[in-house]
């Protein structure tokens, strides 16, 4: 009798690369697809050996999967998965760092300049048919201003080889100092805050990091003070930020990210000296794919028993003997 196939299950439709890798290869249950989700889940719940997500997962679902090996997160982030909870249960939970990386830094520079020199309300301003009436007003510039980065990881790094092209002085605040770099240290935000023109904001998100930026560190930010965030939402207190946006404490903001997403506050978003973007730093098709491959990567070699290919530090995994 041939042995049964592993099963997986996959939260939300995942992306057609996991879909097509999967299939023959192990038996594929799709929550979101299921009439009855509680049925899905109480009929195939101790079958499942792996959970392969771009979202949420806490100590309830896991409980309800009592075999479950590896959760597999689509995404650098995993602040949304309890990795705690799941290195209590012995399971592993991998991620995507690395593959996308590069797209987030040419984003997080793309955001910056356009914030900065206004490049969406230029476009506009054009559009509108202002330009032959009067030229579009002067904006700010990246010459001659100092850029923090809150978060040197492997983004923040990537962002701040991406400035160093530009010219500018380069401050970062982090857990510690970083050996290896010549950049300027701070050891508190808010000395970064004070010390620099423009804060981007790389650094992980989860309960530890919630709010971090709020309205202390954005007013020593300043009047010329831009913030960029790409990294979660939850980093930078909204309220916050959108009152020191409508008083001039700050002079703009580019964020990609936003603390509950996809929903953005009406009052932030009808502010002219912000440009806003739907969660997209990693979203570019070839991005993607590589995020893709490495969810199916990790999930294959777990079960040809090569163990995880990108263990999250909560769940390392040392082969046995």
């Known amino acids: 009798m041939a042995e049964a196939p592993v099963e997986i299950l996959l939260l939300r439709k995942m992306h057609p690369l996991v879909e097509k890798a999967f299939a023959g290869r192990y038996g594929v249950h799709r929550l979101a697809e299921a009439a009855d989700p509680e049925a899905l889940l109480a009929e195939i719940g101790p079958r499942i050996r792996a959970l392969c ?89 990246l010459r ?40 300027t240290y701070h050891d508190t935000l808010i000395g970064l805050a004070r010390a620099v023109h423009i804060l981007i904001v790389v650094a992980p998100g989860g309960a530890d990091t919630r709010n971090l930026v709020d309205a202390a560190v954005l007013e020593a930010l300043g009047p010329e003070g831009i913030l960029i965030n790409v990294a979660r939402g939850t980093l930078v207190d909204e309220a916050a930020l959108t009152a020191a946006l409508k008083a001039g404490t700050i002079l703009g903001a580019g964020l990609d990210v936003f603390e509950n997403e996809p929903h953005v506050p009406a009052d932030l978003a009808a502010l002219d000296n912000t440009v806003l973007l739907p969660h997209v730093g990693s979203a570019s098709e070839h991005t993607r794919a590589a995020m893709a491959q490495l969810v199916v990567d990790n999930v294959v070699s777990w079960f040809e028993g090569r163990g995880p290919l990108t263990p999250v530090a909560e769940t390392p995994w040392r082969p046995t003997a």
């Open 53 to 141: 997500v771009g979202g949420g997962v806490d100590e309830a679902l896991m409980d309800r999967l009592p075999n479950l090996e590896l959760i597999a997160n689509f995404g650098v982030g995993y602040d949304a998965v309890d990795a705690a909870g799941a290195q209590r249960r012995g399971i592993v939970v991998t991620n995507t760092p690395d593959v996308l990386t590069d797209e987030v830094a040419d984003l997080a520079l793309g955001l910056t300049l356009a914030t900065l020199r206004r490049i969406p309300q230029a476009d506009r301003y054009l559009r509108d048919g202002h330009w032959p009436k009067a030229p579009f007003p002067l904006t700010a510039s």
């Open 144 to 183: 001659g201003r100092r850029v923090g980065i809150l978060g040197l990881g492997r983004i923040g790094r990537a962002i701040a080889h991406r400035l160093e092209s530009f010219g500018v002085a380069i401050d970062y605040h982090g857990r510690s100092r970083q050996a290896d770099v010549a950049y």
